[in-house]
Nanobody, 124 residues
Framework: VQLQESGGGLVQAGGSLRLSCAASGGTFSVGCMGWFRQAPGKERQFVARINLNSGRTYYADAVKGRFTIPRENAENTFYLQMNRPKPEDTAVYYC??????????????????WGQGTQVTVSS
């Protein structure tokens, strides 16, 4: 499974941005899709996850109420809708695929496939 993020860039605080993750090559083997982010000098951090079968979503407390994973995703394309971003949301954002549906969803090691990341910069 190959993952490719797009949609990153510069956004003003309080605006909105939608990240995309295009999946190819055996996506039927993926049970859940997740989003992580990594700021300079910091560890990779869980952002959100969606179970592709049930549609259930999970969010980090830092983004809850502002970011969403739309349940209505295009075929083999997944999104992260970022509303009211803050400067502290500035990071490289990665999409990730988990072959299972029962992993510890916030742990990066639970995911089997990763994209190369897209930079998001939020200006104040």
């Amino acid at each position: 499974v190959q993952l490719q993020e797009s949609g990153g860039g510069l956004v003003q605080a309080g605006g909105s941005l939608r990240l995309s993750c295009a999946a190819s090559g055996g996506t039927f083997s993926v049970g859940c899709m997740g989003w992580f982010r990594q700021a300079p000098g910091k560890e990779r951090q869980f952002v959100a996850r969606i179970n592709l079968n049930s549609g259930r979503t999970y969010y980090a407390d830092a983004v809850k109420g502002r970011f969403t994973i739309p349940r209505e995703n295009a075929e083999n394309t997944f999104y992260l809708q970022m509303n009211r971003p803050k400067p502290e949301d500035t990071a490289v954002y990665y999409c990730a695929g988990d072959r299972t549906s029962y992993s510890v969803y916030s742990r990066a090691s639970s995911y089997d496939y990763w994209g190369q990341g897209t930079q998001v910069t939020v200006s104040s």
